[in-house]
């Protein structure tokens, strides 16, 4: 991974849309997001870039941050959905929401998911399913140490082992094992949406049209997936795990991380 100060103006100079994680890449040790990091947000859509966080939070948060943050859009539960605040054609704006699954798919591999949530907790009781858990669509996450006290490395390894012998796709984040029935990730649901954004294609020419910025595992398929792909310093702590890294990444960590980034890009951008 190369240091944030070394990617070059050129590169920052054709960027149309910068896409990030929450947890851990925006947020800051207590796990608050500080006011920097929505000016940081604003000032890139000033700038006229596109702004989308791609999480793997629920559907319930979701809806609050397409309507209340400063983004052009939301992608969540691990690419299983994106909701976009769209003008509806009247004084109200619209929420438009688009699903990786239909409602009776979801419902179903809902109650395989459930199954599979008890025996996870039977066998591991210090873990938990996510506070959030309620508010979910797609996945099931385990706590492994937002709320709980963490869990060894073993364990977690073991709860990833299990639910994926029994036929989901799992990814590791910084604080949740989230797991689910399909083939839908941050990366492809992230494709759609920037062929309606753009359009740009991200699998092939547009590859560098769009910045990302994540800190954990389950964001491996972003840093793949695009050119201008940057971890926040944190991502050390979890470096080992990730199977494609980041191909640059920030002095500091988190929010600090995040806006020193977006500060990098933009000046850039200005001085090119």
């Not at 506070?131 to 140490?145: L, N, T």
């Not at 980041?246 to 960590?253: E, I, K, L, M, Q």
């Amino acid at each position: 991974m190369l240091p944030i100060a070394v990617l070059p103006a050129e590169e920052a100079s054709v960027l149309e849309a910068i896409f990030f994680d929450i947890d851990g890449t925006i947020t800051d040790g207590e796990g608050r997001i500080p006011s920097q990091v929505f000016q940081a947000m604003e000032r890139a859509q000033g700038e006229g870039l596109r702004v989308v966080p791609v999480t793997g939070r629920p559907a319930g948060w979701c809806d609050l941050i397409a309507r209340t943050w400063p983004v052009d859009a939301v992608v969540g539960e691990n690419g299983g959905l994106i909701f976009r605040r769209t003008s509806g054609g009247s004084d109200k704006d619209r929420m438009e929401r688009v699903f990786a699954q239909d409602e009776e798919t979801r419902r179903t591999n809902r109650a395989r998911l459930d199954k599979l949530a008890e025996e996870v907790l039977r066998r591991h009781p210090g873990a938990r399913m996510a506070s959030d858990q309620s508010y979910r669509e797609f996945d099931i996450a385990v706590d492994f140490c937002e709320d709980v006290r963490a869990l060894a490395e073993q364990e977690v390894d073991a709860i990833i082992g299990f639910l994926e012998e029994n036929g989901c796709h799992v990814k590791l984040s910084n604080i949740h094992v989230n797991a689910w029935f399909g083939d839908f990730d941050k990366a492809s649901m992230c494709q759609q949406l920037a062929r309606d954004l753009g359009p740009w294609e991200l699998s092939g020419a547009d590859r560098g049209r769009v910045a990302f910025f994540g800190d954990s595992p389950n964001d491996a398929p972003l840093f793949d997936l695009v050119d201008c792909s940057i971890g926040v310093a944190n991502l050390k702590h979890m470096v080992d795990r990730i199977k494609t890294p980041p191909r640059y990444v920030t002095t500091f960590d988190g929010a600090r991380g995040f806006v020193e980034g977006v500060d990098h890009l933009l000046q850039h951008r200005n001085s090119s």
